[in-house]
């Protein structure tokens, strides 16, 4: 699995959850996930939860974004849960470069306090599953009321080099483990 | 999916991740999650985990266990996804319960500062997949520094049934999320 | 798994058969089955059986219809089981309900005599997997000799009902009954 | 998919009900469906569902059994849905040889009036999918109340051949229909 | 599994390689592999390969053409296998017609020294595998340096029979064997 | 994906096609291959194909042997096409070592004329799908007519090493084939 922190901004529309755009951004095959800083604004059509569809809107104007595109295991249900585990470890990463700050997880958000620090889906395409999670990096821009990587005094840059580099150790880790490991029979 | 906390005390020896011991043990049936009160002791001959055959043991005088079995979808890398977040779950319960303390967590294992805190494994039986996942309640018996409940101040079977509650929760979130998501196309 | 008896009356062309109709029509999220009574004309391009695009088109005047959307298996060829299945139980409820008359299965589809007495398909989406199977209610509409709920005297909404209550405890027993079997071994 | 009927008498005793025992009894390779006749009693060491284990055993003097493996698809859960077909599979058939008659079913159980007619598991071992389902053919044997097909005055062999032949004439439909179906997409 | 060859020249544009098309050109129902001689001119918006979209183009005046579609187990890892080896059997086919010639295989591509002699893509529908696999047969209207059947001095309706013969014996053999294999334990 | 040559000579009886001997062996964790040198004499009660049973036997004094074991897919179906492929690569490695020889391949089997240059199997286990396949080295202890690298004037180590090679460049160019394509849709 490849890894990149892409320092150029890129707006984010939701078009770039599409099958092979890590691909054509920035020629990585195969299970890849990026980070990059840019602001938000998803087009209806783009939106892949139809429960956010009638909602306020997915937008801001500062956020850290990360892309994941996995074929190797394209199932909806292991993208589920790897979301929810990639929520869980940018938290991790919140406590360690702001111990003071209080980051809680629910699903798929973050939050601080009663801000709400992240947004995310998980989906599939016909050749893959896609993961996009995002982070507000400072105020502005969204639709209901949110916290940032400011008003915890994290550094977007550094954020996402840290969350990039958990999501592949703990892939890593995951992989090996399951190799690792003997079956067991029935219970008698 | 179901969900128990077992009031009685019971010794963990390995034998109980077997398929089919929640049906009979607790006449549970489907996918169901128990928790429960008692030392551990794991045979050699019942450790998964190759990498712990020739290690110090596995053992600890009183722990919180959560044994989890799946038989929906009886994948081990998913299994092995499922523990890393029920680890990660029950680092956040404990932030919930013991907000002095500092949980850290690394891959499937809690730590406080250098003590480990808790124990885990997946793996697979001919019709499901297993899960055990144990916290240290109290000190004794462990062939390595742990850290325990006890020295979080947390009450074990608080701790537990807030975890088995986190878990049932999240699952019932991450199939309800499965099905509000509709796919996507090819970037173009 | 969700089941729901919908009094409304539903024109079904066909479109119905789609990703997330259940879930924005009657607001189910997840495995889910609705019953409805309505007319029948199924539109050309929402036709999935190929064997059936140059045919003498699909339509009744008056039929009971079941849509039936599966996120937590969505494989086509378990899929294509499960309609067979509820052809037999759908014929099952009809010699409780009339056991004077003759209902033979053929596939997927019942005949009373010569007459057909149903349609069905099922068929797949990017995120699940569906079924569409229907009775002739009253006669009229339809382009090939039918028989129907009248001849029967089975009242349809009553018909829907059992139809639905059945399904949903034969899925709720196979999922016990596999969750119960232990695995065997090697002939030798 | 291969059926072939057994003149010859056979004992069954749970061990048949292994891997590749129709490739070794009758060379037959691949996915395949074998009717006979004989006594049954199941040893409890090979009872697969757990849930007779405690019960009043599996025993008849005379039955006319079926023994599916399946290696092209070896999933439990589609083996407990191809399962329930078969049974109902069975009941069509015997209403056509005993139109008087009135066998019903109760997921993988047929009756006639309160008299159990039949037995039946779906289980895996680690290579392929395995299905038994007998029918009484005349009394004796049993420890509870069964029903038997010579009290329908239905031919064992006669029986075992028709099933045996819808069961390759449904799978074939099956398969053909699952190859005719085009996707749909999302409603919207 | 079906094979056939198409005596009449078909010209390849790509749309062929779409869901159904064996289905409804040739009445073919189930996995099944064509073969047939004609131009080739795949249109951009019907190119798979994204490595391809940008490059020379595809074409060629006069190829033999294999059209495969798999509905059974429809997996793009599987179908990119079986190309593979269908490179390899098609370069063995080669062999025996043409003993002087020396084939080369390269991932999914034949060469005979440093010209290009086939063309190939593994891709999926929504409900099905798909592979193309071409071999130039007289020279003319490629973009690069080719190879032909004809300097080989190989007839190409003869290399196309010989070809589909080997799949289709090929996969009844590759079923028989996994089916007459019994599973292995843990070392130890 | 991992390969390795070890240098050792192993005595191959079998028991080494089983889950985690790579591991334990060779300390490599996740899918892997290795090539070695050595006897072979397969234990009756290791033998994994049910055809082999009741034959003369698979031994041989002296082979390049290799063992591949799957973690990733470990299907069984998958496992047979890859098994076909290694086959057919270790030809085409062959006939660049010695082009003047003639070896054919018949499914899993090499043949120089009529000499049986090889043996094979694909299996599983509970956690993985496995792959030994062994070449013929010098002559000696087969219990049938064999053909050996040394007729072929193949050195064993550099035949062992290029095969290695030869796998690990197809799967890597495998994977990123796989996730370089695009869906295709349905024919209209």
Redesign the interface.
């Known amino acids: 699995m490849l890894a990149h922190w892409c320092d150029e901004v890129i707006a984010y529309d939701g078009?770039?959850?599409?099958?092979?755009?890590l691909?054509?951004r920035f020629d990585m095959?195969?299970?890849a996930i990026v980070g990059f800083r840019g602001p938000c604004s998803v087009r209806r059509d783009?939106i892949?939860?139809?429960?956010d569809i009638d909602g306020p809107g997915i937008a801001a104007d500062d956020m850290v974004h990360f892309v994941w595109e996995a074929?190797?295991?394209p199932?909806?249900?292991?993208a589920?849960?790897?979301q929810?585990?990639l929520a869980?470890?940018a938290?991790?990463v919140l406590r360690e470069l702001a111990?003071a700050g209080?980051v809680?997880?629910t699903?798929?958000d973050l939050f601080v306090g009663d801000g709400k620090l992240s947004i995310s889906?998980?989906?599939?395409?016909?050749?893959?599953a896609?993961i996009h999670f995002a982070v507000n990096s400072t105020p502005g821009g969204a639709p209901v009321a949110i916290a940032t990587l400011a008003e915890l005094s994290v550094d977007p840059a550094r954020f996402g080099a840290r969350v990039l580099q958990r999501v592949i150790d703990?892939q890593r880790?995951?992989?090996?483990?399951?190799?690792?490991?003997?079956?067991?029979?029935?219970?008698?």
Chains 1, 2, 3, 4, 5, 6 share one sequence.
């Open positions: 078009s770039q959850l599409r099958a092979h755009w691909l054509q095959a195969g299970d783009e892949a939860d139809l429960a074929f190797e295991h199932d909806l249900l292991l589920t849960h790897r929810r585990l869980a470890q938290a991790e111990p209080t809680t997880r699903g798929d889906i998980a989906t599939v395409t016909p050749v893959s896609l703990e880790s995951i992989r090996a483990a399951r190799a690792k490991v003997r079956a067991k029979g029935e219970w008698s």
